[in-house]
């Protein structure tokens, strides 16, 4: 018994170090050279970072959403809601 244990013991590292050495053998022969894109950043003051926070919410309340505080949040129609 001892000596079948000690031969999977060996096996399974055997077989760990073949798809360790596999995936660094796949890994590495990818030349992947992705083409640089120019990062183009913006200045956003304070005033559009307002308006990009409202957006979602002015268009929730056109479409008479509205949230509900739980636990979790639930956004309901107004028409369930009795409003």
């Not at 894109?37 to 956003?44: D, L, N, Q």
């Not at 949040?73 to 369930?80: E, M, N, R, Y």
Request: no cysteine; hydrophobic share 30%.
């Amino acid at each position: 018994m001892p000596r079948n244990t000690i031969k999977q013991r060996a096996n399974k590292r055997r077989n760990a170090n073949r798809v360790w050495n596999g995936l660094v053998a796949k890994l590495s022969s990818k030349t992947t050279e992705q083409p640089t894109i120019p990062t183009i950043f913006y200045e956003e003051d304070a005033e559009d970072r307002y308006e990009r926070h409202m957006k979602p919410i002015r268009m929730a309340s056109n479409n008479r959403i509205v949230a509900k505080q739980s636990h979790t949040t639930v956004i309901l129609p107004a028409s369930i809601r009795g409003k």
